[in-house]
Nanobody, 111 residues
Framework: QVQLVESGGGLVQAGGSLRLSCAAHTIIFSFNAVGWFRQAPGKQRELVARITSGGSTIYADSVKGRFTMSRDNAKNTVYLQMNSLKPEDTAVYYC?????WGQGTQVTVSS
């Protein structure tokens, strides 16, 4: 079993920034693609960003140019830098690698 621990969520005003972190207690991030997903109330979970083991990234159209995903293999941690936040970014954000999910961290953006 792999434990993923997300942190960094919170309440921020529109236009603000947050940085989410997802830490694993193993080196699983070094050899697998890792994704950030989010789920807003009443909506399906959706992919926000994904980074491959080689460092390539893809982003949902809704966050391109505002969010940046990165990884630190030495710390077994991935990050999601979120800038220019909008109320529609409000959701629980989850980290995922292979079949493992974190517990989620709440991001709330007020208008």
């Amino acid at each position: 079993q792999v434990q993923l621990v997300e942190s960094g969520g919170g309440l921020v005003q529109a236009g603000g920034s947050l940085r989410l972190s997802c830490a694993a207690h193993t080196i699983i991030f070094s050899f697998n693609a890792v994704g950030w997903f989010r789920q807003a109330p009443g909506k399906q979970r959706e992919l926000v960003a994904r980074i491959t083991s080689g460092g390539s990234t893809i982003y949902a159209d809704s966050v391109k140019g505002r969010f940046t995903m990165s990884r630190d293999n030495a710390k077994n941690t991935v990050y999601l830098q979120m800038n220019s936040l909008k109320p529609e970014d409000t959701a629980v954000y989850y980290c995922n690698v292979v079949r493992f999910w974190g517990q989620g961290t709440q991001v709330t953006v007020s208008s």
